[in-house]
């Protein structure tokens, strides 16, 4: 930088000060539509899970189809469904909706197949029907599965939402653009920093969730 | 914009038939040229720092959580984060800046698959092989690298899969390659040829995990495949 150029610092207090508004638009924004994306995905991932289980030949086709739609890159998916959904952020929820639907169907089936046969046979013994079977002692065996997976699902959701610039709604990505295109250095910087954040936090209330929902993986590890 | 759907996909086939569209120094082919080169530079660039690093840490068999560190890290951080912050330091923008984000995000994936390859070679298989008397080197050269390369090469494939996903977004910071269609459509409005690019983006990278896929399935021995399950690369993400 010449000596003639007004200073241009990675972070700024002034900045945040003076855009106060903007930047907690854009991160309740993210923040927002994140949680939308997931819990959608899972209210549509579970059903689909089941339906896959219960008839093994749907397994690979849906299996499949999820490998393939993570080919088609994120930047193409808003493209193909904009022209359709519109510029906004229901494009942007749509395509977050769909490469979340991937990772946790994947894993809620893999956790599913995964529960011990013998814990099966035992609950079969002890005159268990499917729904309380299900709900009461796969569900319960396939929580850590899950969990990884609603992780995975969630911290890739939050990096997504940036892409969501490209139809005018990518949170904390609209900032990261406007920044480049003025040049703004403390914009980038604290956007950038700001969405790193918001993954780790969505990361760490998972982990204590889960830890939460099972009390007893820590008694296992304390033994 | 709604009923317009079918207009659009029209106005898609219209461009992509418009035989003007293909040639010259912004057509699709010139484009995909330019797309490809890119993916080339960046997964060479990824593999040149990965591959060693995972050979050295799975020979070593330590350094497991620095490779799950570096991966989720790179799981969190938008791929838009990193452009827009070399666009405004001295890196600069264009495709120089997007080559090397993408070789950042290939990175991870090469790194973990080389080290877990390396990792699940048999200790019997290595205790064998000192007891022959092979030093360190031959070790690495003649035993560990032919049995962990299948792994390997799923996770130079995973990177290659989400490069080539992730140079589109090239286009948002002055660079090339395909994502430029996509850009230029939006900007002026052309959803027909911002469809049209969409699709031949996602074409261009199943065509890449397509081939990549099938060279993997014709390269690896007969033995090397019966009874392992292990050759599934590590999950691959979507270009974020």
């Known amino acids: 930088m010449s000596a003639g150029q007004p200073p241009n610092p990675w972070l700024s207090w002034t900045y945040v000060e003076h855009n106060w508004g903007d930047i907690t638009t854009a991160l309740s924004r993210h923040t927002t539509l994140t949680i939308q994306a997931v819990l959608l995905a899972m209210a549509l991932a579970f059903p689909l899970a089941l339906l896959a289980r219960a008839r093994p030949r749907l397994a690979g086709p ?92 969630t911290v890739s959701t939050v990096a997504l939402v940036t892409v969501g610039v490209v139809v005018g709604y990518g949170g904390l990505g609209q900032l990261m653009f406007r920044g480049f295109r003025s040049g703004y250095r403390a914009e980038v910087m604290t956007s950038s920093l700001l969405c790193l954040a918001l993954a780790l936090v969505f990361d760490l209330a998972l982990v204590l969730l889960g830890r939460a929902l099972m009390p007893w993986a820590r008694r296992r590890v304390a033994a | 914009m709604s009923g317009a759907g079918s207009g659009i996909i029209s106005d898609a086939i219209a461009w992509l038939n418009d035989p003007l569209n293909w040639t010259g120094p912004h057509g699709i082919g010139a484009l995909t040229v330019e797309h490809l080169g890119m993916s080339v530079g960046a997964v060479l660039l990824g593999a040149g720092f990965a591959l060693p690093l995972g050979l050295w840490l799975g020979h070593r068999r330590r350094g497991g959580q620095v490779t799950v560190l570096l991966s989720n890290v790179s799981r969190a951080m938008p791929t838009l984060a990193l452009l827009t912050l070399f666009a405004s330091s001295a890196i600069g923008f264009g495709n120089r800046a997007v080559v090397i984000a993408a070789a950042i995000f290939a990175v991870p994936p090469i790194l973990t698959n080389t080290f877990t390859g390396m990792l699940e070679v048999d200790a019997d298989v290595l205790d064998a092989a000192r007891g022959m008397g092979l030093g360190p080197w031959r070790m690495l050269w003649r035993v560990e690298v032919p049995l962990a390369l299948p792994v390997i090469a799923a996770g130079v494939r995973t990177a290659a899969v989400q490069v080539v996903a992730t140079v589109p977004l090239a286009a948002l910071v002055a660079g090339g390659g395909l994502g430029v269609i996509i850009n230029t459509g939006l900007a002026t409005q052309r959803y027909g040829q911002v469809l049209a690019g969409g699709v031949l983006v996602a074409v261009l990278s199943m065509s890449v995990e397509g081939i990549l896929a099938g060279t993997q399935r014709l390269v690896t021995p007969r033995f090397m495949t019966a009874g392992r399950t292990s050759r599934q690369p590590v999950a691959a993400l979507p270009a974020t």
Request: proline share 7%; hydrophobic share 55%.
């Open chain 1, 62 to 153: 849906v299996l499949g189809l999820s490998g393939a739609l993570y080919t088609v890159p994120s930047l193409a998916l808003f493209a193909i469904l904009a022209p359709f959904t519109g510029i906004g952020r229901t494009t942007v929820l749509i395509g977050l909706v769909a490469y979340a639907l991937l990772v946790l169907v994947r894993n809620i089936l893999v956790g599913l197949q995964g529960v011990d046969p013998d814990v099966l046979d035992a609950a079969r013994g002890l005159g268990y029907g499917p729904t309380r079977m299900l709900l009461a002692v796969e569900l319960p065996n396939a929580l850590p599965t899950i969990v990884a997976g609603v992780r995975l699902a």
